[in-house]
């Protein structure tokens, strides 16, 4: 790992993310046959990022915005560690906490209880650590009486806030947030943005998906405004909002 | 090779936690519990046994002892190895969501396999004390044959999770396949039965040196000898370094097909 300046958490250098159209599409010997006459096969590709690069320091908040498909999960992905980039460096500096869809790591037979422990595991907790947060999560959470229900029976909204609870009682270094914030009713959104801002005053450095200009705004000091996988803009958030409400004018 | 013993460490919590997930969910529901994993081999060693003995008629001094043995090796490395195959295609959405070392699922598919079977070896105890076998001091090679057979089935299983990402087909092929194997593998059948100029078949079977380690141990106390468990340790040897080596060339585009 290169040696960073010690403030600078996150370094992308030159990040291109490839994806090759053709070997989704084909569903079998016959396809794959009949492109591979066509020749087709190997130059279908798609670059979902393109020569991005961006550093981003400890303690910032950063909000990424542009249309849908313009790479913003794909950036979320990269940095996290789940693709890795067809060329170009990534380079991060501390833990990350993913708030990818929250309860993706859940399994629907086991209690709230197990559960707990399931994606506590998941997200790379040890069993100690889950045993001194627990009462915190449950309360968090406000299961009450379900905590040892399979969560089958329980609503998306019982599942989301679990969810929420378990992913964000850890002290990551970074935080990555992809369009989850719309969890549970309006009290329960009300305690998610007060446990975000207690988690961004102790440092924390957040990245943040949204479509929601109004959540980016509160949360974000800065914006990178992504378009067909490149970078538009990055810097001030006003400025990358106007630059984005004008791109989509244009278009 | 490079391994990265701190992420192994952080994530032995999540190996501990999916293990025990296979193992309560099982049977979770179902009366008698893990009583199953005893009683299914019994159930079927019983079944077996009726037809082995009175339709066709197999020479086989305690024919229930040496079936079960057989069911029981046979049946941990064929049900593991297939659960171990779906390991990462079943944790698809997981591995697209967060970043997770990915041989932790099929590595704990083929360790609840183990506990699983852990429960059946009482079966065969069972079996040892219903027809009057004494206990032997050679059963102290129990353990190093359940590790052989261990590692052997976890190198296969990590190749078959690796390959079944990009091959689909290995799950219809897979099926197929473990039932040519076992009949590749004297289960039920005392090895004398099979023509001389047929027998190269066996010989190219690692689950019969292996197999025939158990019932050595088990059946016919004696002890195996050196240069059988140092062919048994190989084979396994060979299959975990094998398995692993096609899990690391094949984990780095998982997320771009599953």
Redesign the interface.
């Known amino acids: 790992m290169n040696v960073l300046k010690k403030d600078i958490v996150i370094k992308l250098d030159n990040v291109t993310m490839n994806?090759?159209l053709a070997?989704e599409q084909f569903s079998g010997l016959k396809d794959l046959f009949i492109m591979f006459t066509k020749g087709k096969l190997k130059f279908n590709k798609f670059s979902a990022l393109k020569n991005v690069s961006l550093e981003i320091r400890r303690g910032e908040s950063w909000g990424l915005i542009g249309e849908n498909g313009c790479g913003k999960s794909t950036l979320l992905?990269v940095i996290?560690?789940?693709?890795?980039p067809s060329s170009g460096s990534v380079t991060v500096n501390g833990s990350?906490a993913?708030l990818?869809?929250l309860g993706?790591?859940f399994?629907l037979?086991?209690t709230a209880r197990?559960n707990i422990?399931?994606n506590?595991?998941?997200?790379?907790?040890?069993?100690k650590f889950i045993r001194q947060h627990f009462q915190e999560i449950v309360d968090f959470a406000e299961l009450g009486d379900f905590l040892d229900l399979p969560i089958k029976n329980f609503s998306s909204g019982m599942i989301a806030r679990l969810g929420f609870s378990i992913a964000t009682i850890v002290k990551a270094d970074i935080l990555v947030i992809d369009e989850i914030l719309a969890v549970g009713d309006a009290a329960f959104q009300e305690k998610c943005h007060k446990r975000m801002q207690e988690i961004m005053a102790s440092g924390t450095t957040v990245l943040f998906v949204s479509h929601d200009a109004d959540q980016v705004r509160k949360m974000c000091d800065k914006a990178v405004y992504l378009s067909g996988g490149e970078i538009v803009y990055k810097g001030n958030i006003e400025e990358a909002y106007k630059l984005y409400e004008l791109g989509g004018k244009i278009k | 090779m490079n391994v990265d013993w701190k992420i192994i460490r952080k994530y032995i919590p999540l190996l501990q936690q999916l293990v025990l997930r296979d193992l309560k969910i099982k049977y979770r529901r179902s009366f008698l519990g893990y009583l199953w994993s005893l009683m299914n081999p019994l159930l079927m060693m019983w079944i077996l046994t009726m037809i082995f003995s009175y339709v066709f008629r197999f020479d086989i001094p305690n024919y229930p002892l040496y079936l079960i043995t057989g069911q029981i090796v046979f049946g941990f490395f064929s049900e593991s190895t297939t659960v171990a195959m779906s390991a990462v295609l079943s944790n698809a959405g997981l591995l697209k969501k967060v970043y997770l070392p990915k041989f932790v699922f099929p590595l704990a598919s083929v360790i609840s396999s183990f506990v699983n079977m852990l429960f059946s070896l009482v079966a065969i105890f069972i079996v040892m004390v219903a027809t009057d076998v004494s206990l032997q001091p050679t059963l102290l090679f129990l353990p190093l044959g359940l590790v052989i057979l261990f590692v052997f089935s976890l190198g296969i299983g990590l190749a078959l999770s690796s390959l079944s990402v990009y091959f689909r087909d290995m799950f219809h092929l897979y099926g197929v396949l473990t039932t040519a194997w076992s009949f590749a593998t004297p289960i039920f059948y005392p090895v004398n039965i099979i023509p001389e100029d047929l027998r190269y078949i066996l010989y190219y079977n690692p689950l019969y040196y292996i197999l025939d380690f158990f019932r050595k141990i088990i059946l016919y106390d004696t002890v195996p000898d050196g240069s059988d468990i140092m062919l048994c340790i190989a084979i396994s040897c060979i299959s975990l370094v094998v398995g692993i080596s096609i899990f690391r060339k094949l984990q780095n585009k998982f997320v771009m097909y599953i």
């Open positions: 994806f090759n070997q992905k996290s560690g789940i693709y890795r990350i993913p990818i869809e993706a790591g399994d037979e086991l197990e422990f399931l506590g595991a998941v997200l790379g907790y040890s069993k």
